[in-house]
């Protein structure tokens, strides 16, 4: 096991075998003397094409934060009604229930709000997906 060490990354690294993509156009001239004092010029240009998108692995990527959110803000949610049970139940420290109450709520709004931006975001992946691949959306209404 101790050769087979696994990170399992919840954010996005960069890979460092991949070369930087670059959008740009360059052209380089060099200056010098031919063989027989003649003088010579050499132009080079080198262009970096954009990386084509996976845009499918971007959907999928997007559908996968967007449980993730849910989940976490179902699970904010019960520890919400759990700490309301607890302040109840266990009045001599039910302030610090009621404060525990009030952060899980705030997290699960927050975890809410997360689910609801990765569903705008598959949403909108999808939508460039179609778009790239030809298909058209005739808005009638």
Known sequence: MAEEHRHHHLFHHKKEDEPPVEAAVYSETAYGSGPEGAYAETTEAVAYAEPEVDYKKEEKHHKHLEQLGELGAAA?????????HEA?????????HKIEEEVAAAAAVGAGGFAFHEHHEKKESKKEDEEAHGKKHH???
């Open 88 to 96: 109840k139940k266990d009045p001599e420290h039910a302030h610090r």
């Open 139 to 141: 808005h009638l209404f």
């Open 76 to 84: 904010a949610g019960a520890y919400a009604l759990y700490e309301k």
